[in-house]
C-alpha cells in the first residue's frame, strides 16, 4: 500500500506510520549528537522502544511492559505506565520526582488539580485506581464546599 516507504506501528489506541529505516532510536540518536550529549534515561514499553534503550546510561521498563522488552533483560519498575515512569525518573535523580526543591511541582490551582487528578487515575493501570478515585473524589468535594 505504502510501497515500503512507511511502517504502520500499531499501538495500544494509536496507529504510527513511521518512514522505513528509521525508528525511535535513529531520532534519539540524531537529538543526541545535535545537543551533544548522552542519553542519560531510556524508558519504554514496547518492542518499538528498543533502539532507544541502545547508548542509555540508564534504561527502565514499567511493569506492564511487552514480551519483546523483558526479553531484552531492561529492568522493569515495580509499577506500571506512569507510575513506572516516575520510578524510572527516580533511579536517574537519586530521588523520587517532586520531593526536592529543584524538582518540586507548582502549587496548582484546584481545577488544575483535579484536571490533573483524572488524568492520572489509571497512572499505574488499575492497581491503586480505587484508592486514587476515592482521594480525588474527597478533594473535589472539598472543594466544592469551600
Ligand atoms: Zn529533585
Excluded: W
Excluded at 513511521?18 to 545537543?35: E, I, N, Q
Excluded at 514499553?45 to 541502545?54: H, R
Amino acid at each position: 500500500m505504502t510501497g515500503g516507504a512507511v511502517r504502520v506501528v500499531v499501538g495500544a489506541g494509536q496507529t504510527d506510520f513511521v518512514p522505513s529505516g528509521m525508528d525511535k532510536g535513529t531520532g534519539l540518536r540524531a537529538l543526541s549528537a545535535r545537543l551533544g550529549g548522552h542519553v542519560a534515561l531510556a524508558v519504554g514499553d514496547t518492542g518499538e522502544d528498543l533502539p532507544v534503550f541502545a547508548g542509555a546510561v540508564i534504561s527502565r521498563a514499567p511493569r506492564n511492559a511487552d514480551d519483546a522488552v523483558r526479553a531484552a533483560g531492561i529492568p522493569l519498575t515495580r509499577g506500571s505506565y506512569q507510575s513506572g515512569l516516575t520510578q524510572a525518573c527516580a533511579a536517574l535523580l537519586g530521588h523520587r520526582p517532586g520531593s526536592c526543591p529543584l524538582c518540586r511541582l507548582p502549587v496548582l490551582a484546584p481545577r488544575t488539580a483535579a484536571l490533573c487528578g483524572v488524568l492520572g487515575l489509571r497512572e499505574n493501570g488499575v492497581r491503586g485506581l480505587a484508592t486514587r478515585t476515592a482521594l480525588l473524589t474527597a478533594a473535589t468535594a472539598t472543594h466544592n464546599r469551600r
